[in-house]
């Protein structure tokens, strides 16, 4: 198994422009979680969906942030516009939800520098 | 994907010692907690896993406690290798939520 699959690995952009980050679960996870990882603020979770329904977006910072999930293989976070302070890793993690909660496997992250 | 940087905690032990790594977590109803390791340039992986119907679990070479009395959580790495240098992080979570709440890191450094 290819484990979590982020694109692009790096980003550096330029202030007002938009972003996308791509990642796609390990196969037959049906959960997937994005998370900012920052030095002052740690590892935030930002959104997560479960069967492709997003359930809890309370972390996501503003408006500007987006994020979607059209299949079980496939999701995106889109800031639109980006602003410098956007800078951080971004991390997908997925999961099997059985009985309860279990291990996270994570991505590899997207470092994203907005300048 | 470099993990949170210069202000975390760091312990620092010899490579062949024994490293323990605290963690206080915030949620008394909590009751299943997840060690994490992060290397630089990688996502968080998955260490050892622990419900709060046990106080001690065990891996290899790894060992998690677990002190709900006072909501510690402890993990042991016995012998410690170059290869275990990394943050590590504790995550929380309970039954009501599919969150995982991660704490702040500590930076293990194993010099020879």
């Known amino acids: 198994d290819a484990g979590v699959i982020q694109s692009p690995r790096h980003e550096v952009t330029e202030m007002g422009q938009e972003v996308t980050l791509r990642c796609k679960p390990i196969?037959?996870?049906?959960?997937l979680f994005w998370y900012r990882q920052t030095m002052m603020r740690g590892l935030e979770l930002l959104i997560y969906?479960?069967?492709?329904?997003?359930?809890?977006d309370s972390g996501m910072p503003e408006d500007r942030f987006s994020a979607k999930m059209p299949n079980a293989s496939f999701s995106t976070l889109k800031i639109q516009p980006s602003e410098p302070r956007d800078s951080a890793v971004y991390f997908c993690?997925?999961?099997?939800?059985?009985?309860?909660?279990?291990?996270?496997?994570f991505g590899p992250g997207t470092r994203l520098t907005v300048l | 994907g470099e993990s949170v940087g210069l202000h975390l905690p760091t312990l620092s032990v010899q490579e062949g010692d024994n490293s323990i790594i605290n963690c206080a977590y915030s949620?008394?109803?909590?009751?299943?907690f997840i060690w994490y390791k992060q290397e630089s340039g990688k996502g968080p992986q998955f260490i050892i896993d622990i419900r709060s119907n046990m106080d001690k679990r065990q891996g290899q070479r790894v060992t998690v406690l677990l002190n709900k009395t006072v909501k510690h959580l402890s993990l042991q790495i016995a012998a410690t290798q170059p290869g275990d240098s990394a943050v590590y992080f504790c995550a929380e979570n309970n039954d009501n939520t599919d969150k995982l709440i991660f704490g702040t890191g500590t930076r293990l450094q194993v010099f020879p």
């Open positions: 196969s037959g996870h049906n959960s």
């Open positions: 949620n008394s109803a909590s009751d299943y």
């Open positions: 969906f479960n069967n492709n329904v997003p359930i809890d």
């Open positions: 993690a997925s999961r099997t939800r059985l009985a309860g909660v279990s291990e996270q496997f």
